[in-house]
Nanobody, 121 residues
Framework: QVQLVESGGGLVQAGGSLRLSCAVS????????MNWYRQAPGKQRELVAS???????NYADSVKGRFTISRDNAKNTVALQMNSLKPEDTAVYYC???????????????WGQGTQVTVSS
């Protein structure tokens, strides 16, 4: 069974910081990309940041220079440090991995339940 459990969301004032964490459990042959997505009310889910197994990272233009994604391959965790938060960062943030499970063929996407981040002005 695969579980992705996010934590660290909450309410913060503009300019503040939050750190999201995602703990991944399950038996994986390989975890390729670990990602953070977000979805604001009335908007499509968007990719915020990604990090692949080699450590390369990619960010949405709207968060570059403010957010930092990191992963611990030994612990199967991924984190998102969010600084200089803005009201437009308000959304539900989802942890996502693209992974191949032990005993399964191919790579699939797995999702956490989401954690709310609210930034007040």
């Amino acid at each position: 069974q695969v579980q992705l459990v996010e934590s660290g969301g909450g309410l913060v004032q503009a300019g503040g910081s939050l750190r999201l964490s995602c703990a991944v459990s399950g038996s994986f042959f390989s975890i390729n990309a670990m990602n953070w997505y977000r979805q604001a009310p009335g908007k499509q889910r968007e990719l915020v940041a990604s990090i692949i197994s080699g450590g390369s990272t990619n960010y949405a233009d709207s968060v570059k220079g403010r957010f930092t994604i990191s992963r611990d391959n030994a612990k199967n965790t991924v984190a998102l440090q969010m600084n200089s938060l803005k009201p437009e960062d308000t959304a539900v943030y989802y942890c996502n991995i693209r992974a191949r499970r032990v005993g399964f063929n191919g790579f699939n996407d797995y999702w956490g339940q989401g954690t709310q981040v609210t930034v007040s002005s």
